[in-house]
């Protein structure tokens, strides 16, 4: 707003500065006359002063704005403040509330701690001692809460926000870490109460490691939290620091407009001091001027006073704005204290947290100090600034007052005085000015200050502000998040009312039912209270003794071992007094068979005494547990009560827990009525076992047998008890689970509504988005459209002018015509008006090169249209093809689909052949095993075929449109009806078939126990063995048949989970293909409407192609009748022509010829132009047909296609019709197999039947005993009448079987009493008859042991019977598992359909939309169709147009030329008389242009002047328009100074109008909000009361639970003394079992340590194999790096094998040449050689002569038998050796070289020999004659080093053969060795080996050729070379 003041104010200055300029030169242009009197300068000077004035005003003016700106803004922070501190009251009084909650809630907390305490006391538990703490520790978290507004103050909103949610979710961990390590505590103070024996330290140490865990990530989660509010502190602190730079920014730009007006007051400063140095020359005629300036400043002085008044004024509100300031201070310091006041109260124990809230308080408190300082340094400032502007204006008044009185008074005296004492007036007054504008100036730059401080005291309060308008809306966002959490709850609560309502017509039949019980609950009220807490406390220890009892089970099952074994040891004890009986009847050997079985009994006593000691040692188990639990209840209720108060408004969810639990309390009542029956009866039962056991003690002998039979009673009657515990264990847990069940699916449907409400508001927002779009779009289509329409008007007018030049050109073509009569007719006027002409024609031709430019124009638009349809057609393809793409997915996924379809088929077949093999090998083996009579099972059966007929008649019928769609989730909510319904009976169904087999396992277990003692009590006197080999045969056959009906219920089991799953995939698939169709449905739909789009466009394209050629051609066919006609007049004019004039104009003729030939020329080249593209337009039109051909035939392809879909999905409905008739018939099959299964029931009941009959016969045998069949039968028929009552599953027949069932036990009972009887007469019987008769008591004895054989049998039957009742009730348990997660299956199949059913509006929404997308499109595509038609239409017409044009064009021409051709032909000579007389008319006509130019310049001369003076009028004209403009200008501009003046008294007038309405408005605003605070408060204490109101009805709640809780603990002390009896046995069975347990740990332990040992044993062998394997990799990888160097080597052995072969050719090469050299050189010898050999021979001594001789003759070849034969005929002479040596018979006498010798022939000669042969070589080595060099030093050898000249030795010559010492062989010759350039074969190393030692083997280097070694050393061995390639 202060940006805008300041801009505004510049513009009006800017305004004023432009004005003043334009109106300065105005009236310096005007005043030019009257500078001449002398009267220019004061004008002047009173102009600038009325600048400053008016710059003064408008400053003056601008501030009053700022001020009533300013006004306006305090005005409004008064309203925020207000508000702030309303809602600041309503969060305080909120908050006082809360706290009264609070509190009452924490005393509760603490009275029920209080009870439990005690009770926890009274139990012997002394752990509530740390119950306060806890109490205390879990209501930190809200105080925290209290606090937390006040300390996030400087941080944004939405951050506090997010902050305070966080401190909740962690003050709520905080809490509950707490509660657990207060129950831990409890935990470990009550393991220290109970006794440092039960502590293990391992417990301790994970306990331990647990607090460990949990501290640290305590402090991690701090640390984090600590993180995140630093980040949150950095944030807000950078937009602080964005706040401020910004404010610097603004105080700059200010600053900087201060200084450019101050520049600007500073040079009319300026101006003034220049006229101050004029002012001194006027004289007299300046006193008017003068006071007229006196005038003025009086004007300026009141001006100043009322800027003073208005200063005052602006410091008067600037107090008044300090002292609202501090009074909204006050209220915020009060209102802060009063925050304040309730926090310290409740943060006794968080004085730590609340250091922040205290610095920031007192940071707060700073920061206001420093504004009042900074407001009472404001305030001095402008209290002295109006002191001094009082003194000021005082002292100025004082001086203009006399100066006035002086002017008045001196009038009359002289001028010159006058004069001198107005220039001294007129200088003080400017000094006095001067001084009032410095002043002026000051007072405006601390005015600016004020303004800046102002400025920032009202930022600063603006700051304040915010925070307590962030403060304010984080309580108004609590407050709101508190009602959206009421209509939230309020939302649940009408939801779960609906649902009440459901469940309210749904159990209507149980209302009715529990209408009879309403009355009696009033009264039972209490009662039922108290058996809650007694159920309560039993769950507890039910829950305790499961583990317990599974271990007891485990020791019973050894027990029953145990006794048979014992029972065995019996028999055969029998059957050794049998034989001692027969052997010897006396009485001594009975009574130490007797003392025998007594020691045993007393093992077995003593035995017993250890189990029941174990047991009590479990039963004191059971009790620490039940504490624990105890304990563990108390923290569930601790949080129950915190979720009740915390959903205290969700009273509707109470009431239907409520009648939940009036339902539960009735199911209990009915238990607890059936447990105490139970108890009675087992009362009397108990009564009649110790009658029968005192008669039976009568009877026996000893005591002992007595104590053994107790002890066994005893620990049935505990298997019982705990058989009864289990079961109601289980019904607990099931209740448990179904409540939770509840509460999960009651929690799942308000998360599933919070999300259908979240996806609503984005699919809101989303639609809110698109329609933004759409009224974008709309708004181009609307600009387009216009744009269009724009174009059509253009087109149109072109069309027009078009129209219209042709008119005109027929008109031109007319009046050519009318001219050429004219020339014929006058030929000497012919020549001015063919200039005429020509201009015209010119004229024309340029209109006409206008129009082409136009057409061509217009063709490049219908181009460019052109490619953007192709477009169009292109992007339509491309959407095609995506249409094909999406048929082709749909038909991959039907494929998918079927294939699925039949996978499944497949499998349900496999699965029915499986079951019906099954049925068919049970039927075969019935049909082997059983051939009795079987009843009829159709009473059984019909229930079951009319349950299963119920559920077919749910099952859906499956059509695939959203009526049927609708018809499934009907029947799906049908179903749930059902299914609940069906629930609630297998529920009470389950309760009364455990409550029978209660009763009969009971009753059995009674006669089990009677029949044992009765078989105990006989078996003590009868033994004998008969019938075993049947009796074991049926037993045999009986475990087969309940192996086989085992597994019948497993499989069954098998196929009803199989039968859900499949039920669940079924629904899953019929949604798939429902959503499948509709999406084809929806493609097809779209698909025809394109289709038929396209086919509409494709016939209207062809038919309006037709009607333009049809068009074109009837234009055509109008232009070529014109053009004829024309041709015709044409004709006929040439005739006439012809005919009048033909000899005149033959020289025009001839030139117009020409042009006409030229013109034709260029018509030819327009017309093929127009040609080519009338051929492109055909190309076009005809590619656009065979576009529209090839899219016909696409949308002919989709048709097939779309139909070949509709084919396919008709298949897929014909495949799932037969799906579904399928899976009917496996349902069939289903129910064949049930049939079968009662029938295989109903063969197990029969075989129950033969076995009675055979325990008939066997009673038969025995007459005494009548009665014993019966009572064996009846609960052998109990069983299959229970097994079929579980199938069928209806509560009346069970009713009528339950009454049956108490006659049957009462007659049992009425038969034990008589078989007692029996027992009692026959002992007596048996006791007369053993003294007389013992064939009598034999066959009794053998009588009495097959009775006992067969009850053995009855008893095993019994306990297989007891089995398969188990497994029943398993597989029953399953059943009811299965139907659960298939209603769990159903409500997320609903919850599916819902989701499906969002998920379908969100398509048809997106659909539609694209539907007018697609609508919208075609309009478009339409109109531009239309255009492009219309473009099509005018170019065919402009064709045709131009086509008649060329046709018209070429038939002149050839008319022209036919006339040329036939003048040619038949008038030569008048053609040449012509052309004579053309060239005269020629000559004619250039004198006649002469003149026409002279003419034309003439009249161009005077155009010209004429021109020029037009320029000059108009120039006039302008300069009085611009004099009368600025006239007008100065007329308007004083008019708009008067009106400016009027209208801004006016605008005053109005704002204060307005200004004091808007006061009103606010007084009343302010007043309607005070009513509204009041309203909100009223309602909020209203509120509270209720909440209130409700606290005190739950108080009351709790204190009868707490009666409740003493009631029932006191029970509970009853059970606890009842327990610690159980304990005692238990102690002894669980130190059996710690034996026990202890030798198999033992065992255990040793063959663990034998696994170990061979588990390490195996990893050893183990880590060898690895290491092996590792050596193996390793060595392979060197193996495969050896196979690749290898190859390598081998590649380089075939590259060096080819160079051999390469080298041995050069070698056999120089071999040859060596051979053929040694041919020639063979008989050769070197003459100088033998020279010095033959002069060495006679300077050698006479003794060594014939050494040198032997070296001659060796080199000369000779054999040693030969020299040795002349040297022995050396005394002959020496004419025949010189004969020899030089005699011609030699062939080798020639002086070639020899080979030398091999260094190994050197060693035949002696040494002397060869050391005078060194001599003789060293003293021929000088010779006095140059050496003659060999041919060897000429060729220079492969080794040698660069240089090959011959040696200057002459030793080298000779030495050389010498010195190699090689043999004959080519290798080593090195005179051969240059010629072949072969590759030297010996090594240096040879030839150093091969001369040892001796001088002449000794190489020389310098003549001889080196040799190069070779690479590979001769050291190196394969073995070495791959150990160095396995070290790399």
């Known amino acids: 707003s202060l940006v805008g003041q300041v801009g505004g104010s510049l513009s009006t200055l800017t305004g004023q500065i432009s004005s003043f300029t334009k109106d300065m030169l105005l009236e310096g242009t005007e005043e030019v006359g009257e500078t001449a009197t002398d009267f220019g300068i004061p004008s002047s000077n009173l102009r600038d002063a009325e600048n400053t004035y008016t710059t003064l005003k408008s400053e003056n003016e601008r501030l009053k704005k700022v001020c009533n700106d300013l006004e306006e803004k305090h005005e409004a922070a008064e309203l925020q403040i207000k508000q702030l501190s309303i809602e600041y009251r309503n969060q305080l009084q909120q908050k006082e509330v809360e706290i009264s909650h609070l509190k009452a809630r924490h005393h509760a907390l603490q009275e029920q701690l209080q009870t439990v305490q005690s009770a926890a006391q009274s139990a012997q538990l002394g752990a509530g001692v740390l119950s306060s703490t806890t109490t205390s520790t879990s209501f930190v978290p809200m105080v925290r809460h209290a606090s937390s507004g006040f300390q996030g103050d400087d941080m944004d909103f939405g951050d506090v926000i997010w902050s305070q949610q966080e401190i909740n979710r962690l003050s709520n961990d905080v809490s509950r870490l707490q509660s657990e390590v207060d129950h831990w505590k409890k935990i470990a103070q009550f393991s220290k109460i109970q006794g440092s024996s ?99 400043v009086n004007q300026k002085l009141s001006s100043v006073e009322e800027e003073k008044k208005v200063v005052l004024k602006g410091l008067e509100l600037v107090k008044m704005e300090k002292s609202q300031v501090t009074q909204e201070y006050e209220r915020l310091k009060a209102e802060l204290s009063k925050l304040q006041s309730p926090v310290p109260r409740e943060q006794t124990n968080l004085e730590t947290r609340d250091d922040a809230s205290q610095q920031a308080e007192q940071l707060l408190q700073a920061e206001v100090l420093r504004l009042q300082q900074a407001l009472l340094d404001a305030e001095n400032e402008i209290t002295r600034l109006t002191q001094s502007d009082q003194e000021g204006f005082q002292k100025e008044g004082a001086v203009l007052q006399p100066q006035h009185d002086n002017t008045t008074s001196t009038s009359t005296e002289g001028q010159n005085l006058e004069l001198i004492q107005l220039r001294q007036d007129l200088e003080k007054k400017q000094h006095e000015l001067n001084e009032i504008m410095a002043e002026k100036e000051t007072l405006l730059a601390e005015l600016e200050e004020l303004d800046k401080q102002n400025q920032e005291a009202t930022q600063h309060m603006i700051i304040l502000k915010q925070q307590l308008s962030k403060q304010n809306a984080e309580a108004a966002d609590t407050i709101n998040q508190l009602k959206m959490d009421t209509d939230s709850e309020k939302r649940r609560t009408s939801k779960l009312e609906a649902e009440k309502m459901e469940m309210k017509e749904e159990l209507e039949a149980q209302r009715e039912k529990l209408t009879q019980c309403t009355f009696a609950l009033n009264d039972l009220h209490m009662t039922k209270q108290q058996l809650e807490n007694t159920v309560k406390s039993l769950e507890e220890q039910l829950k305790k003794s499961q583990d317990s009892n599974l271990k007891n089970k485990q020791e ?167 058989a009864e515990l289990k079961r109601n264990i289980e019904q607990m847990e099931a209740d448990h689970e179904e409540t939770k069940e509840m509460l999960t699916t009651s929690l799942a449907g308000q998360k599933q509504l919070a999300e259908l409400i979240r996806e609503k508001e984005v699919f809101a927002e989303k639609c809110k988005a698109r329609a933004v779009e759409l009224e974008q779009e709309h708004n181009v289509y609307l600009k387009d459209s216009k744009r269009l329409e724009l174009l059509k008007q253009h087109l149109e007018e072109k069309e027009r002018s078009l129209s219209a030049m042709k008119e005109e050109n027929n008109h031109l073509k ?414 069939q099959k289903l129910k064949t197999l049930s049939q079968e299964l009662v029938q295989v029931q109903y063969s197990i009941g029969e075989l129950s039947s033969t076995k009675d009959f055979i325990l008939e016969k066997l009673d038969m045998v025995a007459p005494s005993l009548p009665i014993m069949p019966s009572a064996a039968t009846k ?11 579980r199938l069928t599953a209806e509560s009346k027949p069970l009713n009528e079987e339950l009454e049956h069932m108490k006659k049957e036990l009462q007659e049992k009972d009425a038969t034990i009493q008589t078989l007692q009887e029996n027992n009692q007469r026959l002992s007596d019987s048996m006791a007369a008859s053993s003294e007389r008769t013992q064939e009598v008591f034999e066959l009794e004895i053998r009588q009495l042991k097959e009775k006992c054989d067969v009850l053995q049998k009855s008893l095993r039957e019994k306990d297989l019977l007891i089995k398969s009742k188990s497994d029943q009730l398993l597989s029953l348990s399953e059943n009811l598992g299965n139907k659960e997660n298939e209603n769990e299956v159903l409500k997320q199949a609903v919850t599916n359909l819902k989701e499906r059913t969002l998920a379908l509006e969100m398509d048809l929404c997106k659909l539609k939309e694209e539907n007018d997308k697609i609508v919208a499109k075609c309009r478009e595509k339409e109109t531009e169709f239309r255009a492009l038609q219309e473009t099509n239409m005018q170019f065919s017409v402009r064709l045709r147009e131009k086509e008649f044009e060329s046709h018209s064009m070429t038939e002149k021409a050839l008319t022209f030329e036919k006339l040329l051709k036939d003048r040619e032909q038949g008038k030569t000579g008048e053609l040449n008389q012509l052309l004579n007389e053309a060239k005269s008319m020629q000559e004619k006509a250039v004198a006649f242009q002469h003149e026409r130019d002279q003419v034309m310049l003439a009249l161009k001369q005077k155009q010209m002047e004429t021109s020029a003076l037009q320029n000059e009028v108009q120039h006039l004209r302008d300069k009085e328009q611009r004099l009368n403009q600025e006239l007008e200008r100065l007329r308007n501009h004083l008019l708009e100074r008067e009106d400016t003046s009027t209208r801004e008294t006016l605008a005053a007038e109005e704002r204060e109008s307005k200004l004091i ?132 080597k081998e590649e380089q052995i ?235």
């Not at 017993?608 to 639990?629: F, G, P, R, T, Y």
């Not at 959903?647 to 509707?652: C, G, H, P, V």
């Not at 000429?1834 to 030793?1851: E, I, Q, R, V, Y």
Request: negative net charge.
């Open 198 to 296: 039960n502590t293990d330290e391992n417990e301790i140490c994970n306990l331990q490691n647990i607090i460990k865990d949990l501290e640290q990530r305590l402090s991690k989660k701090t640390d984090e939290h600590q993180h995140e509010l630093s980040v949150l502190q950095d944030a807000h602190h950078q937009k602080l620091a964005e706040i401020s730079r910004r404010h610097r920014e603004e105080l700059g730009e200010y600053e900087e407009r201060i200084e450019e007006l101050e520049d600007q007051l500073q040079k009319g400063a300026g101006i003034e001091s220049g006229l101050q140095s004029s002012m001194a020359e006027s004289t007299a005629t300046r006193l008017k001027e003068l006071e007229d300036e006196v005038r003025i």
């Open 556 to 722: 019973i099952v050894e027990i029953k071992n145990h006794l048979k074994c014992r029972e065995e040891e019996l028999s055969a004890v029998q059957t050794e007094l049998s034989k001692v009986n027969q052997q010897s009847y006396s009485r001594d050997q009975d009574l130490s068979t007797k003392e025998q079985e007594i020691s045993k009994l007393n093992e077995q006593i003593a035995e017993n005494k250890l189990a029941s000691k174990d047991l009590d040692e479990s039963v004191s188990a059971l009790q620490i547990e039940k504490e624990m639990l105890h304990i563990a209840c108390e923290e569930l209720k601790q949080q129950l009560q915190e979720a009740n108060s915390e959903r205290s408004k969700t009273a509707l969810e109470k009431d239907t827990m409520l009648e939940a639990l009036k339902i539960e309390k009735g199911r209990l009542e009915s238990e607890l009525n059936q447990a105490e029956k139970r108890l009675l009866e087992q009362a009397h039962k108990y009564e009649h076992t110790i009658e029968e056991l005192s008669n039976a003690r009568n009877m026996n002998t000893t005591a002992l047998q007595f104590e053994h039979e107790r002890l066994v009673k005893l620990n049935r009657e505990r298997d019982f008890e705990i």
């Open 814 to 1227: 007319e009046e050519i015509e009318r001219l050429k009569d004219q020339q014929n007719r006058s030929p000497p006027l012919a020549e001015p008006k063919t200039l005429d002409i020509i201009t015209e024609l010119e004229a024309e031709v340029t209109q006409l090169t206008v129009l082409k430019n136009s057409l061509e124009e217009e063709l490049k638009l219908n181009k460019r249209t052109l490619e953007e349809q192709n477009q169009k057609l292109f992007q339509l393809q491309q959407t095609l093809e995506e249409h094909k793409k999406e048929i082709e997915e749909s038909r991959f996924q039907h494929e998918q689909v079927n294939i699925a379809h039949t996978q499944v088929c497949l499998a349900k077949d496999e699965e029915i052949k499986n079951l019906q093999s099954t049925i068919e090998q049970i039927k075969t083996q019935l049909c082997n095993q059983s051939h009795v009579i079987r009843p009829d099972p159709s009473d059984l059966f019909q229930e079951t075929k009319v349950q299963t007929l119920n559920g077919e008649n749910g099952s859906e019928k499956h059509d695939l449109s959203k009526v049927e769609i609708e018809r499934l989730v009907k029947g799906i909510k049908e179903r749930e009806m059902e299914i609940k319904l069906l629930n609630e009976k297998n529920v009470s169904l389950s309760r009364q078939i455990d409550q029978l087999s209660r009763d009969e396992i009971g009753k059995l277990t009674q006669i089990i126990q009677e029949k044992n003692l009765e078989i105990q009590a006989l078996h003590a006197r009868v033994s004998s063995s008969a019938y075993r080999q049947d009796i074991l045969y049926l037993q045999q056959q009986l475990q087969a048949y309940a192996m086989e009906r085992e597994q019948v219920l497993a499989v069954l089991s098998e196929k009803t989970r199989e039968n859900s799953q499949l039920k669940t995939d079924y629904h899953k698939m019929v949604d798939i293909v429902a959503a499948k169709e509709t999406a084809l449905k929806k493609l097809n739909e779209e698909n025809q409407k394109l289709a038929n789009e396209f086919e509409s466009s494709s016939q209207g394209m062809s038919r309006e192609t037709i009607k333009n050629l049809s068009r074109i051609i009837r234009e055509k066919d109008i232009e070529m009748d014109a053009l004829s006609q024309k041709c015709q007049t044409l004709l006929t004019v040439l005739q006439t022509s012809n005919m009048g004039g033909g000899s005149e104009l033959g020289g025009i003729n001839s030139n117009q010829f020409e042009e006409l030939l030229q013109e034709r020329d260029k018509l030819k080249q327009q017309v093929k132009k127009m040609e080519e593209w009338k051929q492109q337009v055909t190309t076009t039109v005809q590619n656009m047909q065979h576009e529209s051909i090839y899219f016909q035939e696409e949308l002919q392809r989709l048709q097939t296609e779309i139909s070949a879909d509709s084919e396919n999905s008709s298949r897929l409905q014909i495949e799932y019709n037969g799906l579904i008739q399928s899976y009917e018939q496996n349902e």
């Open 1275 to 1285: 609960p052998l028929e109990v069983a299959p009448n229970s097994a079929s009552q």
């Open 1557 to 1688: 309405k808007k006061v009103q408005a606010l007084e009343e605003k302010l007043l309607s909000s005070s009513t509204a605070v009041e309203n909100a408060s009223h309602q909020a204490s209203m509120q509270v009361e209720s909440l209130q109101e409700q606290l005190n009805i739950v108080t009351r709640h709790r204190d009868e639970s707490v009666l409740q809780l003493t009631m029932a603990q006191e029970q509970v002390k009853q059970y606890a003394v009842s327990l610690a009896n159980l304990q005692m046995v238990l102690e002894q069975f669980q130190q059996e079992e710690k034996a026990m347990y202890s030798a198999e740990l033992q065992k255990h332990q040793r063959q663990t340590e034998e696994w170990k040992k061979k588990v390490e044993q195996l990893e050893e062998k183990v880590i060898s194999l690895q290491e092996r394997l590792e050596e193996a990799n390793a060595a392979l990888d060197s193996a495969s790096r050896l196979t690749e160097q290898v190859d390598l």
């Open 1694 to 1928: 075939e590259a060096l094998k080819r160079e051999g072969e390469l080298k041995q050719e050069m070698l056999e090469e120089a071999q040859k040449k060596l051979m053929n050299l040694i041919n020639s050189t063979e008989g050769k010898v070197d003459k100088v050689l033998m020279r010095n050999l033959f002069i060495g021979h006679f300077h050698t001594p006479k003794n060594k002569r014939h050494e040198v001789l032997r070296l001659m003759g060796s080199i000369l070849g000779i054999d040693k038998d030969e020299l040795e034969q002349l040297l022995l005929e050396d005394h002959k002479g020496v004419t025949r050796w010189m004969t020899g040596w030089f005699g011609g018979g030699n062939v080798g006498s020639k002086s070639v070289p020899s080979t030398p010798l091999r260094p190994t022939h050197q060693s035949v000669f002696n040494s002397s020999f060869s050391e005078l042969f060194v001599k003789f070589l060293e003293t021929e080595s000088r010779p006095t004659l140059p050496p003659p060099t060999l041919s060897v030093h000429d060729m220079k050898p492969l080794g040698a080093t660069g240089t090959s000249k011959p040696s200057t030795n002459p030793s080298s010559s000779i030495t050389d053969p010498a010195g190699l010492g090689t043999s004959r062989r080519p290798d080593a010759n090195p005179f051969l060795a240059p010629r072949s350039a072969a590759v030297p074969l010996i090594t240096p190393a040879n030839l150093g080996t091969g001369g040892s030692g001796h001088l002449l083997m000794k190489p020389i280097s310098n003549a001889l050729p080196t040799f190069t070694p070779l690479p590979v050393a001769p050291d190196a061995s394969a073995g070495a070379v791959l150990k160095d390639l396995l070290k790399q």
